[in-house]
C-alpha cells in the first residue's frame, strides 16, 4: 500500500507541473500546458527531429521532461527557441 501511495504522490506532482499559474480570469487562474502554442509547436518540431508520429513525440516530450525536472512548457519553448534538440541516435542534446 505504501507503494501505490508513493507512486500516487508522485503522479500527481507531474501532473500538476502541467499545470500553470495564468492571470486571465477567464481561465479560472490554471491553464492546461497542452494548450499553450509553443508545447504544440514543440511536440511538432520534435516529430521532425526526430522523423516520428506526434504521439510519440508527446511522449518524449513529457519524458524529457520528467528526467530533466523540467515542466513540459519549459522543455518545449527550449525546443522552440532552438536552446534544445532531440536526435535520432541519444535523446535530446543542447
Known sequence: M????VSA????????????LDER???GGMIN?????EVNQGIGMIA???KMPVAE???R???TAYSTGQSIWEVATAVVHR???????GGEGE
Not at 505504501?2 to 501511495?5: D, S, V
Not at 504522490?9 to 500553470?20: G, K, V
Not at 500546458?33 to 502554442?37: E, N, V
Open 9 to 20: 504522490e508522485a503522479i500527481a506532482a507531474t501532473l500538476l507541473d502541467e499545470l500553470l
Open 83 to 89: 536552446r534544445t534538440r532531440f536526435s535520432e541516435t
Open 61 to 63: 516530450l513529457r519524458a
Open 33 to 37: 500546458a497542452f494548450h499553450l502554442s
Open 25 to 27: 480570469a477567464e481561465t
Open 48 to 50: 521532425v527531429q526526430l
Open 2 to 5: 505504501e507503494i501505490a501511495t
Open 57 to 59: 513525440a508527446l511522449s
